[in-house]
Every structure is written in C-alpha cells, then in structure tokens.
C-alpha cells in the first residue's frame, strides 16, 4: 500500500491563478480531509468528506472548493490564488469510527 | 467542541522518559484523545489513542486521567529522532474531525 499519496510536492503560483492539489489513497478509506498549515502553527481544516459524493466545510475553507467522484481521490481546488493562501496544504485518510487519520506528505505551495 | 491544551515547548536529555502532558478539561464522555507528531514539517505521524483506560504500543505510552480532564504521553526512552512537534488531539464527532492546537515541541538533548 502507498497509503495517502499527494502531488506535487511542490508548487509556485502567481496571483489570480487557479491550480488543483491532487490526493489519493489506496486503503479503501470512507472519511478524507484537507488541511493547511501555516508557519509555526497547527493544522487547520478546510474541507472534508465522509464518503464518494458527500463533501462539507471545515474551519478554513474561503477559497477553496473540493470534489469526492471517487472513494480514491479527494482533489482541492484553489479557483483565485491569493498570497494568504501560501501554506503546506496535507490531506489525510482514515476508516471512521475511532481509528487514527494517515496523512500524506504535504504539498508545499507559495503564491508570489 | 473539545480542545486541548498544551505546554509550547519542552526538553528532554537522550535516554530518559519524555513525559508530554496535555488538558482537555471539556472532553466528551464518548471522546477519544489522540497523539501525533511532526518532524520537519513532514505529514503528521500518528503514535497512540485512548478513551479512558492507559495504553500502550512499541512507539508510547498513554496515560489518561480517571475525570479525563488530562493525559499524558510518555515516550520511555527519547532518542534524538524524537525531537518533533507534539500534538494532542479531541476528535469531534461531525465527520471524524481532528482540531490541532500549537502541539509542543520537544526538543531531545545529546
């Protein structure tokens, strides 16, 4: 198993563009998040989704839109870079109930 | 929504017990506390989770409260590959949610 599997790893964005941060997992996990996080502090949520076409809004999730066609990916969509949106941006996975969320290895992404 | 509290910054010489301590004075009777960590900004790594009774895996130790007010991580022999940010988590029930605070950054010492 790759487990939760981010790409890229890193990006550089101009203002006003739009781009999507590709997440995938191959452990057949109902619930997957998208988090930021910025320098210095901790993760916050911006969308999440329980199963394949049910998405809903974390704490953070102005500028930001999500899709779920798939139990597989959960891709994030930036419509309108903005430089408050330069972060390490990690999406995580996880069976529900009680069991512990696996996260990918981040995206690192800075908007000039 | 349970959060957690957490002290910013701790140090730990190699080879003796880091204890991590963490408040979560409005846990739900339902609620699990988790513990993570990060290295270098890598993806959060999981390490343990209760509920209420102590556990315990090959990476620590978790001691819960019997109120569940508080806990306590304890990483029996630090190493210095244990230098990393701590955090202690609520999960919220709404979709399985996870609110991370600031963590602690526990930094081991040679």
């Known amino acids: 198993n790759a487990g939760v599997t981010q790409t890229p790893k890193f990006r550089i964005l101009k203002i006003g563009q739009s781009m999507t941060l590709q997440c995938t997992q191959d452990?057949?996990?109902?619930?997957m998040y998208w988090y930021r996080q910025d320098p210095g502090m901790g993760l916050k949520l911006i969308y999440y989704?329980?199963?394949?076409?049910?998405?809903d809004k974390g704490e953070v999730p102005n500028g930001y839109n999500v899709s779920r066609s798939t139990t597989e990916d959960f891709p994030l969509r930036l419509e309108l870079a903005a430089p408050s949106q330069t972060s390490v941006y990690f999406c995580?996975?996880?069976?529900?109930?009680?069991?512990?969320?696996?996260f990918g290895d981040g995206t690192r992404l800075s908007i000039l | 929504d349970a959060k957690t509290t957490q002290p910013p910054s701790m140090d730990c010489a190699e080879g003796r017990a880091a204890n991590l301590p963490c408040n979560h004075s409005t846990i739900s009777g339902n609620e699990y506390v988790y513990w993570y960590r990060q290295i270098h900004s890598q993806g959060p790594q999981y390490i343990i989770h209760?509920?209420?009774n102590n556990e315990t895996n090959e990476m620590a130790s978790l001691i819960i409260t019997e109120d569940r007010k508080s806990s306590t991580l304890i990483l029996p022999h630090a190493t210095l590959r244990d230098t990393a940010v701590y955090y202690c988590?609520?999960?919220?029930?709404?979709?399985?949610?996870?609110?991370f605070g600031t963590g602690t950054s526990l930094t081991v010492i040679p």
């Open positions: 988590i609520v999960r919220v029930n709404t979709g399985n949610q996870f609110y």
């Open positions: 995580a996975s996880t069976t529900g109930g009680w069991q512990p969320q696996h």
């Open positions: 209760g509920l209420k």
């Open positions: 452990m057949n996990h109902n619930y």
């Open positions: 989704s329980v199963g394949a076409g049910i998405t």
